[in-house]
């Protein structure tokens, strides 16, 4: 049992990442048998704030704050008062991914350039020590730079950008059909 909880933990992004994908196709599916023509942008878009960076800030701000001798040597870092300001930074960034998931088109970018932003500046700061430091640590260069900190950042702006052009199209139709 202990071996399945680690292996939960230490794969987790991955997991809520699979959980996003499939709440999203779920709803998009739904939207299809209502009838409803299917916002599958919006909706990836939403579901990725709320799972993929929501839930994952709060897990991480957690282990930033409070259990940093853990977390810090994993990145290759000694454990530093630093730590409890970087998760105390996340867990708020956290709380305001998930409320976007019903909030509109503007809550949401507002909140995605947010995290774009920092986590494409946790990214640049990653590959700044794998390149003066050799720091290969798993943590700082592995999973967790190419696909939380550098791909799903850019998969929200594309996304971001798909549902503007999406919310274009249907003010666009809607006016005409007046």
Not at 87 to 93: Q, S, T, V
Not at 121 to 137: E, S, T
């Amino acid at each position: 049992m202990e071996r399945y909880i680690i292996w939960i933990v230490s794969n987790l992004f991955f997991l809520l990442f699979a959980v996003a994908v499939c709440t999203t196709i779920v709803k998009v599916r739904r939207q299809s048998l209502a009838l409803l023509s299917p916002r599958g942008a919006y909706v990836a878009w939403g579901e990725l704030l709320f799972y993929a960076i929501g839930i994952w800030f709060v897990y991480t701000g957690i282990l930033h704050a409070y259990f940093q001798e853990f977390v810090a040597p994993t990145i290759g870092w000694q454990p530093s008062p630093f730590e409890y300001e970087l998760g105390w930074m996340e867990i708020p960034l956290a709380v305001v991914a998930m409320m976007s998931l019903w909030r509109g088109y503007e809550f949401r970018l507002a909140t995605t350039i947010v995290v774009v932003t920092f986590t494409l500046a946790a990214a640049a700061q990653h590959i700044q020590q794998i390149v003066c430091c050799a720091n290969n640590a798993g943590s700082n260069a592995g999973p967790i730079l190419w696909f939380a900190d550098i791909f799903i950042p850019l998969l929200l702006v594309v996304l971001a950008a798909w549902s503007s052009r999406d919310r274009t199209e249907r003010a666009t139709s809607a006016r005409e059909n007046r």
